[in-house]
């Protein structure tokens, strides 16, 4: 069976959007500043187990995937069993990123605030690219999906909701395993403030050559 061309194009596509945004989270957690919600807990049981945060990241991703089958019963999709391949990618190119970056951090904490949001930025452009490919959603996107189909509640309340708590879970392991807050930390409110919004100027410089690469 010969492969469709636009589809491996958009394969790809989310694959380097995937990288991306690995890059982008090790801009974050380098600033030292604090990591998007959805990377505080990964990253605080990377803390306590001294496991590298990318296995961290693949464990606490399949279970958002175990969430969502929970949620959704016979009606979740078996094709959606491929954001597991896709996570563990992902946990692969958070630790080469973060080999990749070292340990640079810009000094003063005006460096640290330009590293976040440099983080904020090469974040926002990796999930552009990988939405951009319309395969499958990320597991915290999914399980945030599932949950507002299941409570018919509007998706950026649902977002607003499991952001929280993921925060509030990391703050919780931080305090208790590490006696002080890790990962959670100002920076954590801005990504979760920045990200979204710059995400739809990002997607309309990209949307141009996405469309003609991919479709």
Known sequence: MKLDKKFVY????YVVGLMVLALGVAFSINSKLGISPVNSL???LSQITKVEMGTCVIVVFSLFILVQILIKGKDFQRINLSQLIFS???GFFVDGAKALLGNFTLPTYLGQLAMLLMGVVIIAL???LYLDARLVPMPAEGMTLAL???KNK???QVKTWTDSILVALSILLSLIFLGGLYGVREGTVLSALLIGPAIKPIQKLTKPWVEKMCY
Do not use: C, E, M, Q
Request: net charge positive.
């Open 88 to 90: 563990t990618l992902f």
């Open 10 to 13: 958009r394969v790809l596509l």
């Open 154 to 156: 509007p998706l950026n």
């Open 148 to 150: 507002a189909d299941k």
């Open 42 to 44: 990964p990253y605080v």
């Open 126 to 128: 990796g999930i552009s």
